[in-house]
């Protein structure tokens, strides 16, 4: 279909029931390149930490006042930024399947009335991956040749709540009650209770007394086994075992809460034997480690790996400078006015005296454009240049704005640019070390000499773009190159709503050092960020001290060590338990 607008394309993205694992390549190729994403209630902080850290994230499962988004206005929303935004990549992130119990169709239709150009994304249903990774697989020979899925939420048994953004699984308090007004409608009790496949019940726990009753007045055996997940595939999830008679007692008994499915038949059974999902040392533990440092991620992923949900939070952003600024250089100072600090703001113009841009970074890269137009110039001062990247990523980064990139090192680091830099200077001896695009862009070895023979070879021409914490192991490689700085790094001022609200009901902070510990501080104070638990595990005295400085109940490491504060946080919640 010819497009026939310039507005911008929404994608219905199902995001899995939880697992991050589960999400499919194609939902985080788009989440990775969204301008704006629309998520529900259902999708786990680590999936919405996969999402371009630019982008405008739109929570419509729960509005900053506590109450959801309507159906109605979420359509005119996806609408709206499709229209505002041309050209924008806008994902509609739901949880699980978009067509399952997800309302996406609903949305699409919205989108066709509107003329806005829409994809849809399949995800994981937690219809069959929630029992699958409880060991209970939805069909199996002998025991159930078919499944039927089924809201346990019908409209007329709540009518505000079919208002509301249907995925989410938080029932409102009268959906706990049973419904006054008889059966579900749509719920054939006669011939569900006569199917002799799985049911598998989404939403349904604040109903699930009065539809198993139902089920066995129609019939159905009462003893017909049944288990209740409760937020499956998550570090959460949970199983609990019933029959169809004991169903309503056991979610009372046992708190089941949604988010939960009610998975009815004979292959329930198979549970017992094919559980294998290990309930690990820090399972239903969710823990918050600041980013600062390279070991940050490290320890995530032991503490991952050991069960515990992890926020992640950067206590560093990046931004752009107003203009890029240069370290003096006596013989280009005719071109630059100087600041305060000894630094020179650079002019564009001198971009003529260098024949090599070198990016480091897609931040280096976004920057120096954002300068370059601002400052009225476009891409044509770059005509005639070689330029040389990193790596692939701001390889790509720069191809966004149709620049292909002349050198990119195998080894994508600063050191491998370097080198490669210093071999094009030292004329032609890494000969293999050189990658240059040809003309499909097809990446091929060409000689040295073939990529360079019309250029001035002079290492005072080569332009390095850097942020302000860049390291000098490109100015050492290259010491007659010229560095400017293109964007600074900061501490991080507040979070993002959705993970602020991840922080706030976290069970613990993680801090790896003192300053961690100052960086977090600051960020909470300045968004009244709550937390529920004050509860911080600290490596080492230095980072305890600051912690209880700023009223935190400190658990510390023996020994200055990951192992050893990994160990504490094991030991602390074996205890607990
Ligand atoms: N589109 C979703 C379903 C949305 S309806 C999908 O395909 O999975 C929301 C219901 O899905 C919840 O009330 C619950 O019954 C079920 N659900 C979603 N995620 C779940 C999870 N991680 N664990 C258990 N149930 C889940």
Known sequence: MEKANNFGKVYLIGAGPGDPGLLTLRAHAILEKADVVVYDRLVSPAILGMCNTKAKMVDVGKMPTHHKVKQSEINKLLVKFAIEMPGATIARLKGGDPFVFGRGGEEALELVA???????????????????????????????????????????????????GSDSAIPAKAEISMPSSGEPVGLDFETLAHCPGTLVFLMGIGNMDFIARRLIECGKDPKTPLAFIEKGTTPFQRTVMATLETAGETIVREHVTAPAITIMGGVVELGKTLAWKKNLPLSGKRLVVTRAAKQSSEISARLTALGAEVIETPMIETRSLEKPLVMCHPERSETESKDPDQHCFADFGSLANFDILAFTSTNGVESFFKQLFAAGYDVRVLAGKKIASVGKITEKKLLEYGIRCDYVPEDHTGEGLGMLLRSILDERTLVNSLQTRDECGLTSSLSLSKGTESMNLDESRILLLQGNLADDTLLKLLPKATRWTVYETLPVAELPDWKREAVESADAVVFASSSAVENFSKILSSKFCQLSSQKAFCIGRMTESAACKYGFETVTSDETTMDSLVKKIVEYYTKES
């Not at 995800?123 to 991956?129: N, P």
């Open 114 to 164: 509107a003329g806005v150009e829409f994809e849809i994304v399949p995800g994981v249903t937690s219809a069959i991956a929630v029992p699958a990774y409880a060991g209970i697989p939805v069909s199996h020979r002998g025991i159930a040749t078919s499944f039927h899925i089924i809201t346990g939420h019908e409209k007329e048994v709540d009518s505000r709540q079919s208002e509301v």
